[in-house]
């Protein structure tokens, strides 16, 4: 099986092929063209902006990830396309899609829709390093129930999983996604866009007991399972602007708002993360999302998941299949294409808003 995935739905352009034979597998590439430095001029992203660049690179970059397959595979093309149809910006998808239904004709091959969510969580059955092409591994034989922490710039949610496919949300953020604080307070703090792995670095030298930002629902007895991280946003503005008053705020400071930010955001997605970890009894835990690439929740996660829940296995995705990729959108891809689970092209949309 050759599966070429494709994901635009926010800000990086991305194709991979995978092959797979049985549970051996091979990542033939990874190529991403990232809009970062574009995004980072305007502090955010433009949706039309990212459309217009996903369509100025688009085919660039699945002619680069399929131009990597070996030759002994010389159909001369893929099994079938794994495609982001949402959730994400419309106008982004549309371009992914778009694609895939051309390609779709033109070698006449089916298309999986994937969830962008369920392309995070399948992170976790890439192999265990990320970044190199033609990478053989063993597809990860995890164990079911499974609770699952996304945690990216547009969702932050526990999902438990049955089996593959089945998916049940437990709890999710109620306003803010926990990337999203990230991102907003790492404007706040003047470190530009993305916030994430700025407010990682600086949080690294910073002292996280200096600032006691509020942990949101941490014991809320309704809301076991929920997030909010608009309040820890508005703390760290209002902390930052209290400080400016007193004439105290420096350069100097910026690294404890970063570490005790940082603590207070990993304190309450690790102990939640647990807590639904032992009340479902499950057999291992998944993390996936751009979040997961912060190297605090990583190990965190590692410490107190072993202190709390020791019978659940933890894997946590290579850091490369943390951020958006194609690759975990040709791994989804696969696990629905074993049940024959294909999207005829006229049922093929854009779901901007699209639940898992
Ligand atoms: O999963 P992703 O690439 O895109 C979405 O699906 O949203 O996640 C992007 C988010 C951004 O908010 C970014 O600031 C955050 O992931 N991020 C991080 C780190 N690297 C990326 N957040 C905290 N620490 C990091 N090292
Ligand atoms: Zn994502």
């Not at 979040?291 to 290579?318: F, G, K, W, Y």
Request: glycine share 8%; net charge neutral; proline share 4%.
């Amino acid at each position: 099986m050759i599966i070429l995935g494709i994901e635009s739905s926010c800000d990086e352009t991305a194709a991979a092929v995978l092959e797979v034979r049985g549970a051996r597998a091979l990542l033939v590439s990874n190529v991403c063209a990232s809009q970062v430095s574009i995004h980072a001029k305007t502090g955010g992203v433009v949706p039309e902006v990212a459309a217009r660049n996903h369509v100025g690179s688009i085919l660039a970059v699945i002619t680069k990830a399929y131009s990597k397959r070996k030759p002994a595979h010389s159909a001369g093309r893929p099994d079938y396309i794994a495609v982001t149809v949402g959730p994400g910006l419309v106008t982004s998808v549309s371009v992914g899609v778009a694609c895939a239904r051309a390609l779709s004709v033109l070698w006449n091959i089916p298309i999986v829709a994937v969830n962008h969510i369920e392309g995070h969580l399948y992170s976790n059955w890439l192999p265990p390093v990320g970044g190199i092409s033609n990478f053989k591994f063993q597809i990860s034989n995890i164990e079911f129930p499974a609770l699952v922490l996304i945690a990216s710039g547009g969702h932050t949610e526990l999902i438990l999983m049955r089996d593959h496919g089945k998916y049940k949300k437990v709890g999710q953020t109620l306003d803010d996604a926990v990337g999203e604080a990230f991102d907003k307070v790492a404007k706040i703090l003047g470190l530009g866009y993305p916030g994430g792995p700025a407010i990682s670095r600086h949080a690294e030298s910073g002292d996280s007991q200096r600032f006691d930002f509020p942990r949101a629902l941490l014991n809320d007895s309704t809301r076991i399972f929920d997030f909010s991280f608009s309040g820890l946003k508005t703390s760290v503005l209002y902390c930052v602007r209290e400080l400016n008053a007193q004439e105290i705020f420096s350069k100097e400071i910026i690294p404890d708002l970063c570490a005790s930010f940082q603590r207070a955001a990993v304190d309450v997605l690790v102990a939640k993360t647990s807590r639904a970890a032992q009340l479902y009894r499950v057999k291992s835990v998944l993390l996936g999302g751009g979040v997961v690439a912060n190297a605090e929740l990583r190990s965190r996660m590692q410490t107190d998941l072993e202190r709390e829940a020791p019978q659940c296995v933890l894997h946590i995705p290579a850091l490369a299949f943390c951020t958006d990729n194609a690759a975990m959108i040709a791994m989804a891809g696969y696990f629905h294409a074993q049940k024959n689970d294909f999207t005829p092209l006229q049922k093929l949309d854009v779901k901007g808003g699209w639940e898992l």
